[in-house]
């Protein structure tokens, strides 16, 4: 019995581990120097703004949710006219969501270590394609 308290102590400090670096993450957000600056809008027509992570691949553009709670990506979803500022230039563009095979590339090239995986608390990774509209 002993050893199931420990277990479930440890699990429980994993859980709040993660939601607290989920808490800061979008207020510690580096100013990526190779990211992109997205611009997404809420059902009620507010837009916010945060820097991502890109990735460049095979000419496009890609940027990745790999955390559990992630509004943008949400509203990346619901409303995919998005605005991104990508090498100091800010247009207009559609959030495309990918899988099959074009997500395999993008999955093998966007490869997150393990300890980035485990302070996500392995969330699954999703990504989205940034068309130019």
């Known amino acids: 019995m002993e050893i199931a308290k420990v ?3 440890i699990a429980l400090a994993y859980v709040a581990f993660v939601a607290l670096m989920e808490a800061v993450i ?3 957000q580096p100013n990526m120097e190779s990211g992109v600056r997205l611009t997404t ?7 916010s ?3 991502l992570a890109l990735l460049k691949l095979d000419g496009k553009l890609y940027i990745s949710s790999n955390h559990w709670l992630r509004g943008w990506y949400r509203q990346a979803l619901a409303e995919p006219k998005v605005l991104a500022e990508v090498d100091g230039i800010r247009g207009a563009y559609a959030a495309v ?4 095979e074009e997500w395999d590339r993008v999955a093998d090239a966007y490869r997150m270590g393990f300890f980035l995986r485990f302070v996500c608390g392995f969330a699954p990774s999703r990504f989205l394609r940034l068309d130019p509209r």
């Open 97 to 100: 969501p990918i899988e099959g």
């Open 41 to 47: 809008t809420d059902a009620e027509g507010r837009s």
């Open 49 to 51: 703004e945060r820097m």
């Open 26 to 28: 979008g207020t510690v």
């Open 7 to 9: 277990l479930a102590v």
